[in-house]
């Protein structure tokens, strides 16, 4: 089983900063197969990148996902105090998540 | 547009049963493979179980098997999540999930949850 680890646990940035946030996977892992989530309190989790770096319908292009192999990356280029939330990737040929990267504000 | 409500969350002691229900509304539901996630409190997501669009293959996440069942009514656009045996650590928000694929020269090559409903809270405790 492919396992996802999330890095960094937390992350403390500004509105307007870039937030680079990493998902390394145990094993190689198809492109097509990491997808990244935002999740804050009391919703569901939203979908934001899939195939590594495709945008779903209606998320801003300041969200951008990159990598292959193992080592994938979610940047977000300019920081909105709404970005702030935990991040979640997933490896969905056996659908199995990160631990999650918490977003915060500095 | 596309509707996921889930019900069927509440109170139960371990060792207890439970059912979750997934309405699904705003797309055609016979033909989208359906999951369920959970966030237990404080904690990540884990991803519970899947069910094929027709019903016809399901799998599970290991911490479930054996305990819990999906199934699907299609003529009520529908998906279940039967629990039983539950113990403390099952205690989470339960979401339920549709998966879309994308696909290139007809092979399915992605994978995703592009909607998913607001959950439904399950408490497992004596």
């Known amino acids: 089983e492919i396992v996802l680890t999330q890095s960094p646990g937390t992350l403390s940035l500004s509105p307007g900063e870039r937030a680079t946030l990493s998902c390394r996977a145990s094993h190689t892992l198809s492109s097509t197969y990491l997808v990244w989530y935002q999740k804050k309190p009391g919703q569901p989790p939203r979908l934001l990148i899939y195939g590594a770096s495709s945008r779903a319908t209606g998320i801003p292009d300041r969200f951008s996902g990159s990598g292959s192999g193992t080592d994938f990356t979610l940047t977000i280029s300019a920081l909105e105090p709404e970005d702030f939330a935990v991040y979640y990737c997933q490896q969905s040929s056996s659908y199995t998540f990160g631990q999650g990267t918490r977003l915060e504000i500095k | 547009q596309v509707q996921l409500v889930e019900s069927g969350g509440g109170v139960v002691q371990p060792g207890g049963s439970l059912r979750l229900s997934c309405k699904a509304s705003?797309?055609?539901?016979?033909?989208?493979?359906m999951h369920w996630v959970r966030q237990a409190p404080g904690k990540g997501l884990e991803w519970v179980a899947f069910i094929r669009s027709d019903g016809s293959d399901t799998h599970y996440a290991d911490s479930v098997k054996g305990r819990f069942t999906i199934s699907r009514d299609n003529s009520k656009n529908t998906v279940l999540l039967q629990m039983n045996s539950l113990k403390v650590e099952d205690t989470a928000v339960y979401f339920c999930a549709r998966e879309e694929t994308s696909s290139m020269f007809g092979v399915v090559i992605s994978h995703y949850f592009d909607y998913w409903g607001q959950g439904s809270l399950v408490t497992v405790s004596s």
């Open positions: 705003g797309f055609t539901f016979t033909t989208y493979g």
